[in-house]
Each structure stands twice: as structure tokens, then as C-alpha cells.
């Protein structure tokens, strides 16, 4: 048997075993996945269902902005899941898929925290009117006037017309959805500061 038959061998006898870890990949991410958007989706549910049992205003719209953030993540996770055969470097990480879920479990909750996260700054920007534009939702403070303070900042300072809220809701989704989007924003802050300065 010549040195390329036995790798041809090798190489046969290990696709049925990258096959099998491969498919357990697939369900173990999009398993986590779920869960994780499942839990934050739980935690935005029950702040609200307190804000609307008590009266009181938790954050104004910024629970739902994070959830759409979460969603939107989700969504592009999955895209990301079912367009691709090779998300994940199966053959790498071989000998770790074996013996342990724990990274795959970390490595499916990264997008929705990421989609939170993003969604947040982006919001945080927008409020500080950073950016302006038509298709960016205007903020003015509600409530009793009082936003001077960072808790009644956090309270009162909110989307001003009813568009500006849904607009809101539709860019922490879009924060979420694309990875780089929120990035773009903070660098080109960035250099428009600099430049500002020069």
C-alpha cells in the first residue's frame, strides 16, 4: 500500500466521524442559540410585565431596543447556521467537541449578547444626538421635564414622537442583525472627531 492509499484510507475513515461531530456542532449551536436568546428575551419579558403591573417606568423603551437587538442577532446567527455547511472548524477543534459542550455553549450565546450590547450603544448614541439624522429616531425629555440627573436621565430622555420610537426599535434590530454596523459607527465618530480637531 503506497503512502497516498493509506491517507486516502485515513481520510475515508474520518468523514463518517467529522460527519457525526459536525451534525452534533449544528444542534448543539443552534440549541444554545434559542436558549440564550430564549433567556434574555425572558428577563426584557418580565421587566416589562413589573413596569406594567407597578406603573413605573423601567428605562423607558430601552428593554425593547435590547430585546430587538437580541432578535436581530438571532436571526443573522441562523442565516449565518443554514447558509453555511462549515460554520464552525470541526476538523480544529475535533479532540475539544469530544470531551466537552462548554465552548459550543459559549460560542452560541455570543451573538445575542452581542446583538444586546450593540443595540444599547447605539441607542446611548442616538440619545446623545452623536448622529443625526431623518431616518434616526429624536429624543426629548418626558415625564415632569427633570432629566438632568443620570436616573431620570435613564427614565425620562426617551424617543419623542411615536415613529421615533418605532425607529428606534427597528435600528436595535438592525444593530443586532449586523455585526460591523455598530463598529462603522464608532470609527467613523472617531475620525470625524479627529479631523474635528485638526
Known sequence: MTKSDR??????????????????????IVLWLFIATL?????VAIALIISDLTGKTILTILPVVILAGVLGSFVSALNR??????????????ELLRNSNNYLIAYSSIPPLVG???????????????IKSPFFPEFSCQGNGN??????FLKNWSPDQAQDFAKAIVWGFIAGFSERFVPDILNHVVSKSNEDKT
Open 39 to 43: 433567556v434574555i428575551t425572558i428577563f
Open 7 to 28: 491517507n486516502s484510507t485515513t481520510c475515508e475513515e474520518q468523514k463518517p466521524l467529522l460527519n457525526s461531530i459536525d451534525s452534533n456542532v449544528h444542534q448543539t
Open 147 to 152: 432629566c438632568y440627573e443620570f436616573i431620570l
Open 116 to 130: 444586546a450590547i450593540s443595540a444599547t450603544i447605539l441607542y446611548i448614541i442616538f440619545a446623545g444626538e452623536i
Open 81 to 94: 447556521i443554514y447558509s453555511s455547511s462549515n460554520i464552525f472548524p470541526i476538523v480544529k477543534y475535533e
